[in-house]
């Protein structure tokens, strides 16, 4: 007979094992990660996301067409079947795209990704690197998952397949990682990002309701960009949970830099930063929490930076962060909350479990038949 002392216990058992468990897995990962068949079961991943990009449920079930990338080549124009972006771009309905083996593609303009699609890169060793990187326009439910993507550069123009089969011109790109253009509910998650030419992820034009958890960025200048332009007021309305990521080394700014919107920051490791960590312009807000920042120097201390400077109504909030080697953080405003529904919730784990939480962080060397 359950006691209600014996119900409260089991209730805060529940709550902590949704946080972290006895081998410092963060949510998402005990979600899959401690399965050996999640080979057998891959879209097992996509009810594992959480923060405002909320489950991926829309990315499995009966409908979706499995496809397996065979060809590292890329045609930008008439993409061949087992590449890439035959998968990502061309290919109809539902697609769930995993990779032969390992590979390195070189993508000779912009990925236009369309929606419904996880590119999933468990199990295989693969980078997009050297050429133009991926592309997120106008579309929704897309997962990226466990890609290697560094020294991506602006491509000249070029023709280029988008979803749907139009042969567009492709120019004015200048170098991202991922550019998200007006998409929403799209989950970034165990991504190894470095050395691009402009930035490593973009979150712009109206795009919101973004998850980027359990990234690796790395020697980079700008990271990480929320919200286009300090004119573009729809993305006032942009939502973005960035949760148990590894910052640095060698990373400057822009982790993220967030214009207008709203940002959860939460459980991420700054391993140092030159001109700041979280930076922002145009009035948004930010909750911080549970993170650890580690300043890197005796002349880069502060954690934030608002554009202007005189931001002093915006609500910018630190919750439970961990400050070493004198950072610091400058508080504005109110506390905020980001109102996450039953399908985003999740609880922040103390700063003191960030390093368990982010050792893993980036794409992960996992084998079919064990644990990741």
């Known amino acids: 007979m359950a006691s209600k002392e014996f119900l409260l216990l089991a209730l805060l058992f529940v709550l902590h094992g949704a946080t972290t468990n006895i081998h410092g897995a963060n949510i998402i990962d005990r979600c899959w990660r401690q399965q050996p068949n999640w080979a057998a079961n891959r879209q ?14 829309q990315n499995r079930g009966p409908g ?3 496809y397996m990338v065979t060809d590292p080549s890329d045609d930008p124009v008439r993409p061949r079947p087992g590449t890439l972006r035959y998968g ?6 539902k697609v769930w795209i995993t990779f032969q083996r390992g590979m390195h593609i070189r993508l000779a303009q912009p990925l236009f990704v369309k929606s419904f699609t996880a590119i999933d890169a468990r199990g ?4 997009i690197a ?14 990226i998952h466990g890609l290697h993507i560094h020294e991506c550069r602006s491509q000249p123009a070029g023709q280029v397949v988008v979803p749907g089969g139009a042969v567009q011109s492709a120019g004015g790109m200048d170098g991202d990682a991922i550019r998200l253009v007006s998409s ?6 165990h991504n190894t ?6 930035g490593l992820l973009d979150v712009t034009v109206g795009s919101t309701d973004v998850t980027v958890s359990n990234n690796w960025f790395f020697n980079h200048d700008k990271v990480m960009l929320l919200g286009h332009d300090d004119g573009h007021a729809a993305d006032r309305r942009m939502r973005v949970t960035v949760a148990f990521n590894r910052f640095g080394p060698n990373v400057n700014q822009r982790m993220p830099r967030i214009r207008h919107g709203y940002a959860h920051v939460v459980n991420n490791l700054y391993d140092g930063w030159g001109d700041y960590a979280i930076g922002g312009s145009m009035g948004p807000s930010v909750k911080s929490q549970g993170n ?4 890197s120097g005796p002349d880069n201390k502060k954690v934030t930076r608002r554009m202007p400077v005189g931001g002093k109504d915006w609500d910018w909030a630190s919750i439970g962060d961990s400050f070493q080697n004198g950072a610091f953080f400058k508080q504005t405003g109110s506390w905020v909350r980001p109102n996450y529904n039953k399908h985003q919730a999740f609880l922040a784990a103390s700063a003191n479990e960030v390093r368990s939480l982010t050792k893993d962080a980036g794409a992960l060397s996992c084998s079919s038949g064990s644990a990741c």
């Open 44 to 57: 097992r991943l996509a009810v594992c996301s959480v923060g405002f990009a909320g489950k991926m449920r």
């Open 184 to 189: 929403t509910k799209v989950w970034i998650d």
């Open 292 to 295: 650890m920042f580690v300043a």
């Open 88 to 93: 990502a771009t061309v290919l109809a309905g």
């Open 130 to 143: 050297g050429g133009a990187g991926i592309m997120l326009f106008h579309v929704n439910n897309v997962i």
């Open 193 to 198: 990002l470095s050395r691009c030419q402009d």
């Open 64 to 66: 979706v067409i499995p």
């Open 124 to 127: 295989a060793d693969v980078h």
